[in-house]
């Protein structure tokens, strides 16, 4: 991906390339939520990035230019997908990642992850946005470089998702959905448009829908939530490091930051499923929902060009889509009773 995008990124000759060959995902025309919304819209598939989420995108910059600065050590504070990305780049670099995660609230997938790649793994007894604080710490008194998105780098690298949609469409969307958590992709994705756009890349810039998870709407209630809960646990934050950027890129493209219920993500992530036959994990779907939502508000009109990125990948949470899904009947080997069991007899 840095070798696509060099010109726009941090990165000189003398950067060491750290890559997984990230970036190029597929951009799948949605047949259904085009019919239900008279629309055009485009899923950005961004669990296909070899860690199975956006977060490559940012990782192969910062991991890059931190190595090219001396590091060894990455730190960063995650609800399971930077720490996977980040477990995943560090063995790439020959260095270490360091990884906090809220005990008890991350998905085993990238648990799994993060434990396969070698990381040095703290669970904390707290939230996300406690690891935040505890790893930000870190990084002014030990050596280690910090590669949660407040590194500028990350930022950075995850605007070229914004460059393959133009790149892909020939122009910008007028609607760009997607979920927002810590507000880092939010940010980068507005980043890339405006970047874009004033290299005369595209003839316009997208309206920024983003979307919280109503127990996690710090940005929507305009204040800090305490104890955020979601079943999307991706995006299970309170205090985002990214506020500003976020409210930045709401405003700037006349567009909306709104939440979704639990059960709107849940309906979303089984449409997309069953519907599109894509596997995204639950905060993942939270943009669709909203598009859904915003649909039925009337407040996005047939004959749009909508793109929405699902941000990561559905095998990373197998626990909640088996708790929410439909189980499996058992029967003997008898071929009578398997369709019985199957319902064809
Ligand atoms: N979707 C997924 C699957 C995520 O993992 C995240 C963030 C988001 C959306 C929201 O993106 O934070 O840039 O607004 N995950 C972070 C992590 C917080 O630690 O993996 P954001």
Redesign the pocket.
Known sequence: MIEEYRQWLPVTDDTPVITLNEGNTPLVRSRELSRVTGCEVWLKVEGANPSG?F?DRGMTVAVSRAVEAGASVFVCA??????ASAAAYAARAGATAAVLVPRGNIAVGKLAQAVVHGARIVEIDGN?DDCLRAARRLAEQYPVALVN?VNEDRIAGQQTVAFEVVDALGDAPDIHCL????????TATWLGYTTYNKAGRSTRTPRMFGFQACGAAPLVNGTVVERPDTIAT??R?GDPASRDGALAARDQSGGIISAVTDQQILAAHRMLATAEGLFV?P??AAGVAGLLAEHEAGRVTSGRTVVVTV??NGLKDPDTCLSIGHAPVTSSADPDRVAHALQLA
């Open positions: 989420s977060k995650s609800t399971g997908n930077t720490s996300f998105s979920p927002v958590g810590n507000a880092g992709n939010i991706a995006i934050i994990e905060a993942s941000t990561g």
